[in-house]
Nanobody
């Protein structure tokens, strides 16, 4: 019954904005780091952003710094990725994932190893 469901994907013009949401159920996200990942056609999956338990650590891929913002609501068990100034190279399937914040490595480097994954939502940036 553990579930992560992404929403908010779609078609957007270059320079436009989208907000992606990740809704978690079946587990308490208060004990998990949450990350956003993406996979473009023909490319490896990459980490876009990560937010740790209690917002202690936040990170972004260099390619999205200044454009994307991650936030979480532990009461609602949701995580949002706000995306601005979208570019064609941002086109990908975006996934959210949860990793239990247990053990030194997982606490020090959240989103290094994830336990649960959503099925993804497609973001297409094109004119």
């Amino acid at each position: 019954q553990v579930q992560l469901v992404e929403s908010g994907g779609g078609l957007v013009l270059p320079g436009g904005s989208l907000s992606l949401s990740c809704a978690a159920s079946g587990f308490d996200t208060n004990f998990y780091a949450i990350g956003w990942f993406r996979q473009a056609p023909g490319k490896e999956r990459e980490q876009v952003s990560c937010i740790s338990v209690s917002n202690g650590r936040i990170s972004y891929a260099d390619s999205v710094k200044g454009r994307f913002t991650i936030s979480r609501d532990n009461v609602e068990n949701t995580v949002v990725l706000q995306m601005k100034d979208l570019r064609p190279e941002d086109t990908a399937v975006y996934y959210c994932a949860a990793g239990l914040a247990q053990g030194f490595l997982r606490v020090w480097m959240p989103c290094r190893s994830m336990d649960y994954w959503g099925e993804g939502t497609l973001v297409t940036v094109s004119s």
